[in-house]
Each structure stands twice: as structure tokens, then as C-alpha cells.
């Protein structure tokens, strides 16, 4: 899928009478060939394309042998730009892309949406890829019941907490990661749902695309010693029903005492299960010593 297309090479774009209004458009994920011959037709007749970073955006078009008048709309846009924006889409076709996937899931767009549906503009969407849809259909997870999570936060104590929030959560968890903070998510989700099953979605649609499932200590342990590329979607099973509220632990604490010292250990444990703190850190100190 390297060799740029030519659009008339394509079994066809589909007759599009191009309508104004604002097209939510879904691009690939890394394959570039994973795109909807609508997609096509409307980022051909669209009179503006708005994007996150006009280069990637601009790779994109060469590849269909598109051209376009491209402008940059990003979390920084201010208001007015969103105005200028919306004024164009009242009279032509304005389309709203991503780097990559669909706009709006984890990227930017959600204002500019808004505000051109209240402004009564027409406001569709262009589906398309998509990546935690993707890691989802893939995982062996079940799929009946998700909630998409975005990223989690980078601080330990806050990425605990998060976690914990979704605790009761009876549905596979989906969640965007980095290559550089895979690991300690891990450990994290580890500590705190030991033996629920976990699944690593990487380089979806891509060369090296994988996708590894196991508890969450052995895919730690796996990628500490094979540190990830990529980008990486992660999903968590939901709860077994048997799943005990509290868990063994001096499992929790020798998982903690790995990374941290008995103190830190005490407290990270005593959040996850709500235990009294003195005597976890009195149990942790007699693990430490056995
Ligand atoms: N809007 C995009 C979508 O629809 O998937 C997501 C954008 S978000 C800024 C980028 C994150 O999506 C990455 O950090 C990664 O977690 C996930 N992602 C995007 N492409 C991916 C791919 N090819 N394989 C695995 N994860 C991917």
C-alpha cells in the first residue's frame, strides 16, 4: 500500500453531490488501503479539510492523488478559528479529520462539533477505523459489553485511582497506551485484578501488528524483557462473578513491595482494597524480612 493510488484506479468513488455541512471523517490507523471509497469522494469534493497536523493529513491526500485546501485545527484552536470553520460549513462541504482513526475518540473535534450543531449546521460522520473497535474485534475479549477509557493517567497514584474507579465496571475495560508506560500499567492493573485476562492490541493493521493476551504479571514480565514499539491499545476482561471483592494480600504486597518500600507499598495496597494502612505496612515489613 506504498505506491501512491491513482482515484481513478479505484473500482470507483461514489457519485457524491457534494452538500455543505461538516463530515466527521474516519481515516486509517496505519494501513492506508483502510479507507472507505465515501471517504474518498468526500475528502475529493470537500471545499476545506480540517486536521490535526496538515503534514499527516497532507501524506494521506498525495497517496489518493487528492488536493486540497487543508487547515490546521488542533486542541490549541481557539474559538474563532472554530468559527471560521463552521461559517465555511454552512455553505460547502467542510470535513473534520485526525491523525488517525476517528476524529473526536481520544483526538480532537469534540467543540467544533458542538458548536456547529447548535450553530444548525448539518453534522454527519464518514465511519471508518478505529482502534480500540479494532483491538475490541480481535482481543477474544468479551465484546457484548466495553467501556472505552482513553488514556490512563501517567502519575502512579492517579493511574491507580482510575483504575479503581472502574473496579465494578461489569464489561471488558479499553484502554489507548504508550509503548514507554505499558509496563507500569501492567503492574498496576496486576495489583489490583491479579487474575483477570488482559490483552495487548499493537501496530494494529500494521507490519508488526500482535496481539498477546494473559494475566496481567505475565505480559509485565513479557515486555520488560521485550520493551514495546509502537502504539498500543489495551484491554482488561470484566470481573468473573466469582472475582472476590478483596484479594489475597500478600499477593497485593509482594507485587507492591517489588517496585516500591514497605511504606509505599502499604499505602498503594491499602487504596486498592481499603484496608487499614498500619497493618498492611506491619505485614509488608514481615514479607520484606521472610
Ligand atoms: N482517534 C484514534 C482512533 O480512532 O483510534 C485514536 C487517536 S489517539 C491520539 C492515539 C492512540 O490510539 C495511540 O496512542 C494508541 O493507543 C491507539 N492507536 C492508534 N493507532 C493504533 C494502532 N495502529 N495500533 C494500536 N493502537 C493504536
New binding site residues.
Given amino acids: 500500500m506504498d505506491q501512491p493510488v491513482r482515484p481513478e484506479a479505484l473500482p470507483s468513488f461514489p457519485a457524491w453531490e457534494p452538500v455543505s455541512g461538516l463530515y466527521i471523517l ?1 481515516t486509517p ?2 494501513n492506508l488501503g483502510d479507507i472507505t471509497l465515501r471517504a474518498l469522494a468526500v475528502l475529493q469534493g470537500a471545499s476545506l479539510i480540517a486536521c490535526e497536523d496538515t503534514r499527516v493529513t497532507g501524506k494521506l491526500l498525495k497517496h489518493y492523488g487528492i488536493k486540497a485546501r487543508l487547515q490546521r485545527l488542533d486542541d490549541h484552536a481557539g474559538p474563532e478559528t472554530r468559527a471560521r470553520v463552521i461559517d465555511e460549513a454552512r455553505q460547502a462541504p467542510v470535513v473534520l479529520v ?10 480532537p473535534g469534540y467543540r467544533l462539533v458542538r458548536e456547529a450543531r447548535s450553530a444548525g449546521v448539518m453534522v454527519t460522520s464518514i465511519p471508518g ?4 473497535i ?2 475490541l474485534a480481535m482481543a477474544g475479549l468479551p465484546s457484548d459489553r466495553f467501556l472505552f477509557a482513553g ?1 490512563l493517567p501517567v502519575k502512579d497514584k492517579a493511574r491507580a485511582e482510575a483504575l479503581e474507579e472502574l473496579a465494578g465496571v461489569a464489561a471488558t475495560l479499553v484502554f ?3 509503548a514507554p508506560r505499558l509496563e507500569k500499567s501492567l503492574l498496576a492493573i496486576a495489583r489490583l485484578w491479579p487474575e483477570r485476562e488482559v490483552a495487548v ?6 507490519l508488526h ?1 500482535e496481539c498477546r493476551s494473559g494475566t496481567a504479571a505475565v505480559l509485565a514480565a513479557h515486555y520488560a524483557a521485550h520493551p514495546p514499539k ?4 489495551l484491554l482488561v476482561g470484566p470481573p468473573a462473578p466469582s472475582e472476590a471483592p478483596v484479594l489475597d494480600t500478600d499477593a497485593l504486597l509482594r507485587a507492591a513491595l517489588a517496585e516500591a518500600g514497605p511504606g509505599k507499598a502499604a499505602g498503594i495496597v491499602a487504596r486498592t482494597t481499603g484496608i487499614d494502612r498500619a497493618t498492611l505496612y506491619a505485614r509488608a515489613l514481615e514479607l520484606k524480612s521472610a
Avoid at 100 to 105: D, R
Avoid at 129 to 132: T, V
Wanted: with cysteine; net charge negative; charged share 25%.
Fill in positions: 474516519a490507523i496505519g485526525s491523525d488517525a482513526g476517528t476524529p473526536l475518540i481520544s483526538d477505523p478505529c482502534a480500540a479494532a483491538a488514556f489507548y497506551e504508550t492490541a499493537r501496530e494494529l493493521t500494521k501488528e509502537g502504539e498500543i491499545v
